[in-house]
């Protein structure tokens, strides 16, 4: 048997699980990518494998009609949504992820950039570097309300940590979500019009899909606080960028931060890498060496599954 493996964090460490992996007569391939393998990267060579550790490769219809051999797609991560979950069970091939995985990196990042915002960290930081000794009102996080949108397991812990800083909480979410969460953390649960009204940091934790593309766009921008951040480390396209970009220039907003992008990485000339009030990462709140190394062995097993070998 023969993977591909193309997850960037995956791709510098098969060498680690090569006496599991030689255990199965299993050999490998490892694909170069800066960010995530296209159609036009996979379909040449997808017929050659029978299973694969992606990252956010774009595993079409068109892709799954080349892969004559493929049976498992083992996601390093959670999401899925660049993968065509349909086409792949019409041809029983399976598509495994690891599940909850980054939790908490990925709700301290978000925390990270509430309490740069909220304390002017980064602001005053950047003015002092430029010599000058100007001191920026800032505000505690007990006078601040926090909006979440999505609360599956990284949308709850990001209230949780907003519970410990005392901050109001608002949660919008199409399930239903339990009586002992709403009661452990005080959560109000109240519409996404009412979220975004109220709420002076909005962060979103929603799976993307048809439903949630551009769930943030110019309509929603207008109906936030004019000193509200947006925080987005769930997936780019959540977001209209261009809406946001207009909206933060027209002091509609005051600002945004952003790990994640409508496409990535991110073009240098976008105006997001120029704007005073906007805070960026690349990606990358998913960051923790423990964190990777227990994503890598479930990888692994979900490879191992998907193969039907244990």
Same mark, same amino acid.
């Given at each position: ?172 979410? *199409? $399930?239903? @979500?339990?009586?002992?969460? !709403?009661?452990?953390? +005080? ?5 996404? %019009?009412? #979220? ?48 946001? *970009? $207009?909206? @933060?220039?027209?002091?509609? !907003?005051?600002?945004? +931060? ?5 496409? %990535?990485? #991110? ?44």
């Amino acid at each position: 048997m023969k993977i591909l493996i193309t997850a960037p964090y995956f791709i510098p460490v098969p060498k680690k699980y090569r006496d599991i992996l030689h255990q199965h007569q299993i050999k490998y391939d490892t694909l170069e990518v800066e960010e995530k393998c296209f159609e036009s990267d996979l379909i040449p060579i997808i017929q050659n494998y029978d299973g694969v550790i992606a990252g956010d490769d774009q595993y079409t219809s068109t892709v799954f009609e080349k892969a004559s051999k493929l049976k498992v797609i083992a996601k390093w991560g959670t999401g899925i949504d660049s993968i065509d979950l349909n086409a792949a069970k019409k041809r029983g091939i399976k598509v495994l992820n690891t599940m909850d995985a980054f939790i908490e990196p990925v709700s301290q990042t978000v925390f990270g950039y509430i309490l740069s915002f909220s304390r002017n960290i980064h602001s005053q930081n950047t003015s002092m570097k430029n010599g000058n000794w100007d001191k920026e009102e800032s505000v505690t996080l007990s006078e601040s309300a926090l909006g979440v949108i999505g609360l599956g397991s990284i949308g709850k812990e990001v209230l949780r940590l907003g519970k410990a800083f005392r901050m109001e909480l608002y949660g919008h979410d *199409i $399930n239903k @979500i339990s009586k002992e969460f !709403i009661e452990e953390t +005080g959560t109000q649960m109240v519409s996404k %019009e009412t #979220l975004l009204n109220k709420s002076d940091f909005v962060s979103l934790h929603c799976v993307l899909n048809e439903s949630t593309k551009h769930i943030i766009c110019a309509k929603d921008l207008k109906k936030m606080k004019s000193k509200a951040i947006i925080i987005n480390t769930a997936r780019g396209p959540l977001v209209n960028e261009l809406d946001l *970009i $207009n909206a @933060i220039n027209s002091k509609t !907003i005051f600002g945004a +931060g952003l790990d994640v992008f409508e496409n %990535e990485p #991110l073009d240098p000339k976008s105006p997001l890498r120029f704007m005073a009030n906007v805070l960026l990462t690349p990606h990358n709140s998913n960051s923790s060496p423990g964190v990777r190394e227990l994503v890598h062995k479930n990888t692994i097993k979900n490879l191992l599954i998907g193969l039907r070998i244990i």
